[in-house]
DNA sequence: AGAATAGTGTAAAAAAGTGTCAAATTGGGC
DNA sequence: GCCCAATTTGACACTTTTTTACACTATTCT
């Protein structure tokens, strides 16, 4: 139904990130779309089905003029790239999106995660970091997941 | 459909930029135009399409003679320099332009980056420098992305 | 006028991106 | 555990784009 899982896939030398077959497979199924849209947040990269992407760009080019739709698009909409899957179900990352989420040319290793209608992409290193995080501080508040039933 | 994308190119010596293949593409493809006039804006260098560019400055002309429309031709339509794309895609930057965008003659690397109908040249230093204003200052109200469903 | 500076044109090298095949790895079913 | 099918990774050739380099023209300054 919606993206779930993580995985340990890698991209090659020139940028093509490898995307789980999974995760192509629900892209068609449930979101009736063959290409993702990818842009940068928060140090790692974010891929959102293409139909996805669409409502949210008109959402914040609807927005009245100001800082904070400047600020929109120069962190988030401008950045943001389509990308479509070749034979071997890869995706051609940009240099800046490489950049910007330290994957440079030697790095080969790469997490990709489901979540929900999302899809995201780290370098090994960060998403090690990232998920420590989030982490400890659920560890912070227990009583959030006993609640929560968990 | 419109500019998009962040690219990390260069600009030589003499001055001249090179524009993405990417926006090349576009500027004849959806605007139907061969040139772009730069102007300067916010420490940076905005270019239009040149026929978006001219509605724009009849916009200004049109305007009751007062201080208003002094300072925007002032600040925004005297610097505008239509420009050229030569055979390797590249546009000549003025002198002043170079000036007003802190790319002085040892600095190569430049940010282009398509902002729905323009295309914004920063020095990579200066680009960092507002983007990660940009990011924080979203960071600060994370429920206005939330709301827009990113 | 001559020298210095700025800008232009072009070719060739280098870098980046694309397409495809085949090997390696993985995971599910038996 | 083993085998088969599917998926992922590595490799390589090719195309496109970007960068470098250098020669040439025009302009400015003395």
Redesign the interface.
Known sequence: MNFQGVYNNSIDPKGRASIPAKFREELSASFADDNLVVTQ?KGGL?AYPQS?WQ??EA???GMAPG??K????????????PCTFDKQGRIQL???HR?YSGLDSEIREIVVVGVSRKIMIWSKAKHAEIRAQAESRIEEDPQVLADLGF
């Open positions: 947040n974010v996805d409502k949210i959402k914040v080019e800082q904070r400047d600020d929109l698009y120069l962190a988030l909409i401008s950045p943001a790239t940009s240099q800046s950049d």
